[in-house]
T-cell receptor
Framework: ETGVTQSPTHLIKTRGQQVTLRCSSQ?????VSWYQQALGQGPQFIFQ???????GRGNFPPRFSGLQFPNYSSELNVNALELDDSALYLC???????????FGNGTRLTVT | AQSVAQPEDQVNVAEGNPLTVKCTYS??????LFWYVQYPNRGLQFLLK????DNLVKGSYGFEAEFNKSQTSFHLKKPSALVSDSALYFC??????????WGAGTKLIIKP
């Protein structure tokens, strides 16, 4: 069973740039969600995809967007990066419903 | 509004002693509750969940949690702490859209 993998592990970008983060879901999982975790804080829900459709979104602006592909891998895109976007971005996959989330190790994004 | 509170930023326990990490919640309807653990620079790992049934839930690594409906609590416990249990612990509750609302986390420090 392959776990959730995220790439890249670390990334440094400049304010105003765009970034794409990638996530490969655990085999058999049809739901993926993305979280932003600032240093010393809990995860903040960004959005969730189920069978390639966004079906939930947290309090994040439209410059945060995503995709889920037919193989259930996923991307998180952030446009017009701001300094406050610096955080650990976590991807989690699961089966729909109350099944536990399986997290990747995250991508550490630094915006300078 | 649904919410989760972890009232302690940090809990210190001597190795071999019992530990408790507190969590209270506020939801409409039946609560679906989860505990996750996070080690430094890693994603979150699922420990246990309460959906329905027995109020005492057993999970990974010897952890258990007690659901108390009248006190709206879901405290994490372990009879005998290990130094390797030192990590960041998050409580979460599922909302009506199958998304998780997270507490701010509690840092658990186990001293030899």
């Amino acid at each position: 069973e392959t776990g959730v993998t995220q790439s890249p592990t670390h990334l440094i970008k400049t304010r105003g740039q765009q970034v794409t983060l990638r996530c490969s879901s655990q085999s058999g999982h049809n739901t993926v969600s993305w979280y932003q975790q600032a240093l010393g804080q809990g995860p903040q829900f960004i959005f969730q995809y189920y069978r390639e459709e966004e079906n939930g979104r947290g309090n994040f602006p439209p410059r945060f967007s995503g995709l889920q592909f037919p193989n259930y891998s996923s991307e998180l895109n952030v446009n017009a990066l701001e300094l406050d976007d610096s955080a650990l971005y976590l991807c989690a996959s699961s089966l729909w419903g109350n099944s536990p989330l399986h997290f990747g190790n995250g991508t550490r994004l630094t915006v300078t | 509004a649904q919410s989760v509170a972890q009232p302690e930023d940090q809990v210190n326990v001597a190795e071999g002693n019992p530990l408790t990490v507190k969590c209270t919640y506020s939801v409409s309807g039946n609560p679906y509750l989860f505990w996750y653990v996070q080690y430094p620079n890693r994603g979150l790992q699922f420990l246990l969940k309460y959906i329905t049934g027995d109020n005492l839930v057993k999970g990974s690594y010897g952890f258990e949690a007690e659901f108390n409906k009248s006190q709206t609590s879901f405290h994490l416990k372990k009879p005998s702490a290990l130094v390797s249990d030192s990590a960041l612990y998050f409580c979460a509750v599922r909302d009506s859209n199958y998304q998780l609302i997270w507490g701010a986390g509690t840092k658990l420090i186990i001293k030899p």
